[in-house]
């Protein structure tokens, strides 16, 4: 019996797809689709997608910006300085975004997170969704903005806790420098730079700390002993992988990596945005907790040594802080425990 060849089968090529519309792109179209826009109006609304372009991604494809990403957004702006106001008026707008301490008083007003969310639904709704059919969904759909405090809100033992064990599971700079703001109550940026030779043995007591070298202030540059949670979960292992000179994060582009990823984690642990009393709870908030939590068992003064604020209420006894030594400090890192 003849076995039948079977007969061969005629394959279309498959056609790659285009490339999905950039952010860029489609701010250029939206220019364009705009052009009643007022000369004020449209310098206005540039100088806002300066920042967008920045925190969002300018090649970043349209249709992978998610309802999250506007969320953090709007979180990022609030925080931001108003840049008609000196010395903010000189820095660019990366510049901004690497601040982590801007004065209350020196912040936008909430209406401008509003104007913020307002020219997102323009582009994304109006243009992409509704006029160009380039997303089926837009991801400001549903996005609310109320007017709320400008400051920092704590975050709660419990909530602290469901952070850091989240934390602990993960590797590299997403495990250790959420890790570090918890447990030294440093600035982000002060923790994003560390190298190598910045984590020290300290003789006397026999306890690594971090030299945390900030040159803009003299308060800002100190020693920072290292919590026994961080060591017991392995950060001197970690750090014993890196040459002296080595950043200990070599994988983080910019600051923003670290606010994006820890909203993200935020709310898919569900803890709100917003305190009973209207602060926002963001990345910086892992400092105020810190210090919240510091100043229940420790005096001032040590605790202002270990976050890096100037020395106050001391009067002639200032002169004499710099003798706080790494033994000194302990107590302070010693009585925070997020387990």
Not at 155 to 165: H, N
Not at 252 to 266: A, P, S, V, Y
Request: aromatic share 10%; net charge neutral; charged share 30%.
């Amino acid at each position: 019996m003849k076995q039948k060849i079977p007969l061969p089968v005629a394959v279309s090529p498959v056609e790659d797809s285009a490339p999905a519309m950039t952010l860029q792109k489609a701010w250029d179209g939206f220019l364009v689709f705009k052009s009643d826009w007022n000369p004020k109006i449209r310098k206005g609304n540039e100088k806002y997608f300066m920042v967008i372009r920045e925190v969002l991604g300018a090649d970043t494809p349209v249709d992978k910006i998610t309802r999250r990403d506007i969320k953090n957004l709007l979180e990022v702006v609030a925080g931001l300085p108003r840049q008609n106001k000196k010395p903010y008026n000189k820095m660019t707008v990366r510049e901004c975004l690497d601040l982590d301490e801007v004065p209350e008083d020196d912040r936008v007003a909430p209406k401008t997170v509003k104007d913020y969310l307002k020219l997102c639904q323009g582009l994304f709704s109006t243009y992409l969704t509704s006029e160009m059919d380039i997303l089926a969904s837009s991801p400001t759909l549903n996005v609310r903005y109320e007017a709320h405090s400008k400051s920092y809100g704590d975050y709660s033992k419990t909530e602290m806790r469901r952070l850091v064990a989240h934390f602990k599971n993960l590797s590299g700079w997403k495990k250790w420098i959420p890790l570090l703001l918890a447990y030294t109550g440093a600035r982000r940026a002060e923790i994003a730079k560390l190298k190598r030779s910045d984590v020290r043995l300290d003789d006397d007591s026999q306890r690594y700390y971090i030299m945390i070298d900030d040159t803009k202030t003299e308060a800002g540059t100190r020693q920072v002993p290292l919590s026994l949670h961080l060591l017991d979960l392995g950060f001197l292992d970690y750090v014993e992988g890196f040459s002296a000179g080595d950043s200990l994060f070599p994988d983080l582009t910019n600051f923003n990596q670290i606010t994006h990823f820890f909203h993200d984690i935020r709310e898919v642990l569900e803890i709100p945005y917003l305190n009973d009393y209207g602060a926002r709870r963001v990345v910086h908030s892992l400092r105020h907790t810190f210090i919240t939590e510091a100043r229940k068992t420790n005096e001032l003064t040590p605790v202002q040594k270990v976050v890096g604020h100037e020395h106050s209420g001391e009067g002639q006894t200032q002169r004499y802080t710099h003798k706080f030594t790494v033994t000194n400090l302990l107590p302070v890192v010693d009585g925070i425990c997020w387990d």
